[in-house]
């Protein structure tokens, strides 16, 4: 799993920018995240950088309201 903790920590260290302490720190996350994880590499590879990253911000599409609509087709 070593290769996997590499991995991450070079990808995400060219998503964030990093001290040497604080890539230390993301190390030892990843490292207690894969710790007897078993099965894909690639797969725990992104978990790991989905925890890293933090919570995905909503990003749901959001309907018009009547005013915004209205706005549009007047163009007299």
């Known amino acids: 799993m070593e ?4 991995r991450v920590v070079r990808a ?3 998503m964030v920018n990093l001290t040497s302490e604080e890539e230390g720190l993301v190390r030892q996350r990843v490292q207690e995240f894969v710790k007897g994880k078993a ?6 590879a992104v978990e790991a950088i989905k925890l890293l990253r933090g919570p995905k911000p909503s990003r749901k599409r959001r309907a018009r309201s009547a005013n915004d609509l209205s706005s549009i087709h007047t163009s007299d």
Do not use: L, P
């Open 12 to 14: 995400y260290g060219m």
């Open 3 to 6: 290769k996997v903790v590499e």
């Open 39 to 44: 099965g894909d590499e690639n797969a725990i």
